[in-house]
C-alpha cells in the first residue's frame, strides 16, 4: 500500500506533460511494417518519467509495444511502481494499450494506477478487471506448503 488514491493520481498528474513525453517516445518508433508509430509514458511511484516506442521486427510476431519498452525503462532505471500512463498513436491521439500490454502494465502497476483512456480516466483494475497476477501465484505456492 502506498497510501495513494486514484483521485489523487487523476488530480495531481500532469496529464498534458505525460502525453507530450508519449508524443515525443512515439517520433522514436521503428515501424517499417505497419507504419502505425505507438508512445507511452508514465509516471512511477518516486516522480520519474518513464517511455517506450513499438519496435517491429521482420519476423512480426516478436515486435515489442511500446509499453513493452516502457517496462524495460522502468526497470532499467530503478523499478518501482507505474502511478499514471499515457500512450498515444501516429497522430498523437490517445490509444487504448492492447490486451496483452494491459497484462504488463498490471505487473508493475501501483495499486491507484490511472491511465488516460479513449473513454476518460481509468484505474489499472477497470481496463483489466480480475487480473492474473503475482498473488495468485504466492496464493498458489502458499496453498503447496
Ligand atoms: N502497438 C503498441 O505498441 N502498443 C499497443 O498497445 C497496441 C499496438 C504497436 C504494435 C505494432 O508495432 C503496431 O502498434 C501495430 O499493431
Same mark, same amino acid.
Given at each position: 500500500? *502506498?497510501?495513494?488514491?486514484?483521485?489523487?493520481?487523476? %488530480?495531481?498528474?500532469?496529464?498534458?506533460?505525460?502525453?507530450?513525453?508519449?508524443?515525443?517516445?512515439?517520433?522514436?518508433?521503428?515501424?517499417?511494417?505497419?507504419?502505425?508509430?505507438?508512445?507511452?509514458? %508514465? /509516471? *512511477?511511484?518516486?516522480?520519474?518519467?518513464?517511455?517506450?516506442?513499438?519496435?517491429?521486427?521482420?519476423?512480426?510476431?516478436? *515486435?515489442?509495444? %511500446?509499453?513493452?519498452?516502457l517496462v524495460s525503462d522502468l526497470v532499467m532505471t530503478g523499478?518501482?511502481?507505474? !502511478?499514471?500512463?499515457?500512450? /498515444?498513436?501516429?497522430?498523437?491521439?490517445? =490509444?487504448?494499450?492492447?490486451?496483452?500490454?494491459? &497484462?504488463? =502494465?498490471?505487473?508493475?502497476?501501483?495499486?491507484a494506477m490511472v491511465l488516460d483512456t479513449v473513454s476518460g480516466?481509468? *484505474?489499472?483494475?477497470? !481496463?483489466?478487471?480480475?487480473?492474473?497476477?503475482?498473488? &495468485? =501465484?504466492? &496464493?498458489?505456492?502458499?496453498? &503447496?506448503?
Amino acid at each position: 500500500m *502506498t497510501g495513494r488514491s486514484s483521485e489523487s493520481v487523476v %488530480a495531481e498528474t500532469d496529464w498534458d506533460a505525460l502525453r507530450e513525453a508519449a508524443r515525443d517516445a512515439m517520433r522514436k518508433a521503428y515501424v517499417p511494417y505497419s507504419k502505425f508509430p505507438v508512445g507511452a509514458a %508514465a /509516471v *512511477t511511484d518516486d516522480g520519474r518519467i518513464v517511455s517506450g516506442c513499438n519496435v517491429e521486427n521482420a519476423s512480426y510476431g516478436i *515486435t515489442l509495444c %511500446a509499453e513493452c519498452s516502457l517496462v524495460s525503462d522502468l526497470v532499467m532505471t530503478g523499478g518501482g511502481r507505474l !502511478v499514471a500512463f499515457a500512450c /498515444v498513436d501516429g497522430n498523437g491521439g490517445v =490509444l487504448m494499450p492492447c490486451g496483452r500490454c494491459r &497484462q504488463l =502494465l498490471y505487473e508493475h502497476s501501483d495499486e491507484a494506477m490511472v491511465l488516460d483512456t479513449v473513454s476518460g480516466f481509468k *484505474t489499472i483494475d477497470e !481496463v483489466i478487471p480480475d487480473a492474473f497476477g503475482p498473488r &495468485q =501465484l504466492e &496464493q498458489y505456492r502458499a496453498s &503447496q506448503s
